[in-house]
């Protein structure tokens, strides 16, 4: 899932090395944005996760 973050990010890096910072700047954002994005999924799946087997482990005693 990371791996387009790292893409947009090589994009900007490549495009500011090159001089184009219209270019850089909305490559930087996207990855930014889909770095947030990804980073609470994963913040959700994790709490989810742990409160499903608390529960789970509760129900079964």
């Given at each position: 899932?990371?791996?387009w973050p790292s893409y947009?990010?090589?994009i900007a890096t490549v495009a500011?090395?090159?001089?184009?910072?219209?270019l850089t700047a909305v490559s930087a954002g996207i990855a930014k944005m889909l770095f947030y994005i990804f980073?609470?999924?994963?913040?959700?799946?994790l709490i989810s996760r742990c409160v499903r087997k608390y529960s789970v482990e509760r129900c079964c005693r």
């Open positions: 899932m990371l791996v947009f990010c090589r500011g090395l090159l001089g184009f910072l219209g980073a609470l999924l994963f913040v959700v799946t």
